[in-house]
């Protein structure tokens, strides 16, 4: 017993050491656990779609599939539930699946250069969002359920889409706190 207890110290020190919450896993060859990776950047690898095997990584904080090819993400990405950061910036997607919403510790979206044109309502449950990134997609409005959002977020990226004047004062009038990024826009007639 005294020897399990002069190795127990040992042993906790052993497991902290395997699961290194910094790690910055860049493929998922180098994957030996799925529970000890909390860092996934898995850009510019011309993927279609989400691997099938980064859900089953139950820790993962930051997931980056920015600069690839996936033009649809699966309901079952929900399953992620410590995710603090998803970039998805440089793809092909046109649609934002009402699943993210269950994605409620998330801090950081990014969805920049996709071709998407609106936002589900139900994005309003991330109640931790506090950057959206949304530049350069079709965006120019949101859905009134994002009024939840605005105790929150404090920064909204919407540079290069295709807004009016009036878009810009509905969004402000909305969502008033958040810092805003935009192309500034006449009220010309």
């Known amino acids: 017993m005294r020897k399990f207890l002069a190795l127990a110290p ?5 497991a902290l050491a395997a699961a290194q919450p910094g790690k910055v896993y860049k493929s998922l060859d180098d ?13 510019h690898q011309r993927l279609r779609q989400l691997p099938p095997q980064v859900l089953d990584f139950v ?15 699966p309901p079952e990405l929900a ?16 649609r934002v699946p009402s699943t993210v919403a269950l994605l409620t510790g998330l801090r950081v979206l990014d969805l920049s250069r996709n071709p998407i ?8 449950a991330l109640t931790r969002l506090q950057r959206l990134v949304i530049w350069q997609t079709g965006v120019v409005s949101f859905p009134p359920g994002f009024a939840a959002l605005d105790a929150t977020l404090q920064l909204i990226d919407m540079r290069v889409c295709p807004m009016t004047y009036d878009d810009q004062q509905a969004i402000e009038a909305l969502l008033p706190s958040p810092e805003k990024k935009w192309d ?3 009220n010309c007639k």
């Open 184 to 186: 500034r826009v006449c």
């Open 31 to 43: 994957v030996a656990d799925p529970a000890d990776v909390y860092i996934l950047r898995l850009n």
């Open 79 to 94: 399953r992620l539930q410590h995710l603090e950061e998803l970039n998805l910036c440089r793809n092909r997607l046109r």
């Open 10 to 14: 040992l042993l906790l020190l052993a």
């Open 117 to 124: 044109l609106d936002l589900p309502e139900e994005m309003a």
């Open 59 to 73: 820790n993962l904080r930051v997931l980056d599939l920015g600069k690839n090819r996936i033009d649809t993400l």
